[in-house]
């Protein structure tokens, strides 16, 4: 591994742990030339998945476009960060289990909808209506109904 102060490639691990749930290695390590510490992680490289989006087109999935939209439906929510981060890792992981290449967005959409419901109410209906398309205010109001009908 490449120091990013000094460039030298002679360094050493001096911890590693698991992170995301075990997925990934976050190692830190120390760079023998000039003894700057830096840390990196290390995962399992899976062939990507790819969306099949509503007009047929096709595309890679893109974990930061996953989590941006979730964190645009969640803003000024009482959602913490990593509230965000374990519902991206758990749809993640759900898709990867479930499908080996290519991923419906629809489906993405429904287990991120899942999941947003139990998480924050509020959060969940912004991410429906753009999910879902929702043309005017009473498509809006009848979600909100059958939120409010299912407690």
Request: glycine fraction near 4%; charge should be positive; charged fraction near 40%.
């Amino acid at each position: 591994m490449r120091c990013p102060k000094c460039s030298a490639d002679n360094d050493r691990v001096i911890d590693s742990r698991s992170v995301r749930g075990g997925v990934a290695i976050r190692r830190r390590r120390v760079c023998n030339a000039c003894r700057y510490r830096f840390t990196t992680y290390e995962e399992i490289v899976k062939s990507g998945l790819r969306v099949i989006k509503r007009d047929g087109r096709r595309e890679d999935f893109d974990r930061r476009k996953l989590a941006a939209g979730i964190q645009r439906a969640c803003e000024k929510r009482p959602v913490s960060e990593a509230d965000i981060e374990a519902l991206v890792d758990a749809v993640v992981a759900e898709l990867e289990a479930e499908y080996e290449r290519e991923v419906p967005s629809a489906i993405i959409g429904r287990k991120v909808m899942e999941r947003l419901e139990r998480l924050d109410e509020v959060a969940y209906v912004r991410f429906a209506s753009v999910y879902r398309r929702f043309r005017d205010v009473s498509q809006f109001l009848s979600e909100v109904e059958s939120l409010i009908a299912r407690e």
